[in-house]
């Protein structure tokens, strides 16, 4: 039986998974501008941003307009809920990507200081953390949610080795400090990445559990 | 025992026909618990097990244990008016006796041998203004109450159940019949009450069960489904059968 709450829900989910889908677009743009040093694609990721953040804002207009017309309760009322908390960290993701671009435009404005090997690593895992992170809202799977928390462990351990790694250059050499802290800077972003793909998880554990496992620290308690 | 109202394996019915099919719920004190669910689920019928409104009704029969204020109200050392000036019941449809104001809400201190009247006088005061009605009726004490609004004559109501000094209040939808405004009034009353009262606010309005109540139990074909904080149950009910209905899946 469709009711005319779920046509509305079908728009928020929708709108999420648009804005979702060029979120991802602009991390690869992005990720591709540092490694082909593509200052062209590095631009585009700018500018395009402001796009990004109109997507945050038709996602809580949606969401809005559901609670006032609809009055939801139960799953329908989680699912509103979670994607008013999810559109921001979408948007926090676009703003690292721009992070990234214009650290790339630094970048490839000098000699590279050493091939890319951990930081594409890190942005493929990055990157498929908030594929499947989104994949989880879309199929209500809080066990996939949970695969993508415990993953981001391992994105906090690649970025401590980059962060190891450049302060030895750093060390070695003081005219790779501003290529280091640039790579430090993006490493960073995609450490972020990694956060919010995590947070994206957690609210799709509570529309599907109604547990909030937020804020609890250790793996068992959370269920990961 | 910190439960205003309780029953325990509560099965009650008219001739044939089982409506509660073993009920065990605890009402806590104070607050306003709602009491929600389809039409025929049995809510009626579980609220005026507690003051015993249905013993009247044929064909009534009732298994199982029911208590008030920690006692059980089929005691025999209970007489069932006594029951029912601790445990107050307002109705769907407003029923003023056709009287006057003033008559209306001391019928029940007069049922109890109260006859003085400066007492009398305090008490009419006390419950209109409970109530809300006091400064729409200071004025009329004398006049029909028949000729009040639905609102005002279930505000009324209230306050006439309020005269006898309840510890618990029984609403059985009393708002299906006001209009929105009269509909908001009602429940700023009632919430205004219920630090002092008891409430178990039966309602089909399930945005009422929210606006109003601390606590929420949940009825479905006789049995009850789920019980718990509303704010915890309207969020995340834990049982399918209630998040059907919340979601308007069903009722």
């Known amino acids: ?224 | 025992m910190s439960a205003a109202l309780e029953c325990r394996n509560l099965k009650a019915g008219f001739g044939d026909h089982l409506v509660l099919q073993g009920v065990t719920l605890a009402v806590p004190s104070g607050g306003v618990t709602a009491v929600m669910g389809p039409s025929g689920c049995g809510k009626s019928t579980l609220l005026r097990c507690f003051n015993r409104m249905n013993d009247h009704l044929p064909g009534f029969f009732r298994e199982g244990e029911v208590r008030a204020l920690g006692r059980d109200v089929y005691d025999p050392t209970w007489p069932v008016d006594s029951l029912r000036f601790s445990v107050g019941m307002v109705f769907q449809k407003p029923n003023p006796f056709p009287m006057s104001v003033a008559d209306n809400v001391l019928f029940g201190p007069r049922l109890l041998g109260i006859r003085q009247k400066q007492e009398l006088s305090e008490i009419l005061e006390r419950s209109l203004r409970a109530a809300h009605l006091w400064d729409e009726v200071k004025d009329s004490l004398s006049s029909s109450a028949l000729k009040l609004s639905g609102g005002q004559q279930q505000r009324l109501c209230i306050a006439r159940a309020l005269a006898c000094k309840p510890q618990v209040l029984l609403l059985d939808e009393p708002s299906s019949a006001l209009d929105p405004i009269a509909t908001a009034r009602l429940e700023e009353t009632v919430l205004d009450l219920a630090t002092s009262v008891t409430v178990l606010w039966v309602t089909h309005d399930l945005q009422q069960a929210a606006r109003v109540s601390q606590h929420v139990a949940f009825l479905y074909l006789g049995e009850l489904v789920e019980e718990g904080p509303t704010a915890e149950v309207f969020a995340n009910p834990k049982n399918q059968l209630t998040e059907r209905y919340l979601t308007g899946r069903f009722g």
């Open chain 1, 1 to 224: 039986m469709e009711r005319p709450i779920d046509l509305e829900l079908k728009k928020l989910k929708e709108q999420l998974l648009t804005m979702a889908g060029e979120v991802e677009q602009q991390l690869s743009l992005a990720v591709r501008s540092l490694v082909d040093r593509d200052s062209q694609a590095a631009e585009a990721v700018i500018a395009a941003d402001e796009r990004v953040d109109a997507r945050e804002k038709e996602v809580d207009r949606t969401a809005v307009e559901i609670i006032v017309r609809e009055r939801p309760l139960a799953s329908d009322l989680r699912l509103v809920i979670t994607a008013t908390k999810i559109a921001p960290d979408l948007e926090r993701v676009g703003d690292h990507a721009v992070n990234i671009a214009e650290q790339a435009l630094v970048l490839n404005r000098m000699p590279p200081l050493k091939p890319f090997v951990t930081l594409p690593r890190m942005a493929d895992i990055a990157k498929e953390m908030l594929r499947q992170a989104l994949t989880s809202y879309v199929e209500h799977d809080a066990r996939l949610a949970r695969q993508v928390i415990a993953r981001d462990d391992v994105v906090d351990a690649l970025h401590e080795e980059v962060f190891r790694e450049l302060l030895t250059y750093m060390l070695g050499d003081p005219q790779t400090i501003p290529r280091a802290l640039a790579l430090i800077l993006i490493s960073r972003s995609l450490e972020r990445i990694a956060d919010q793909a995590t947070n994206i998880a957690e609210q799709v554990v509570y529309l599907v559990e109604g547990q909030d496992i937020r804020h609890v620290h250790g793996g068992e308690e959370r269920g990961v």
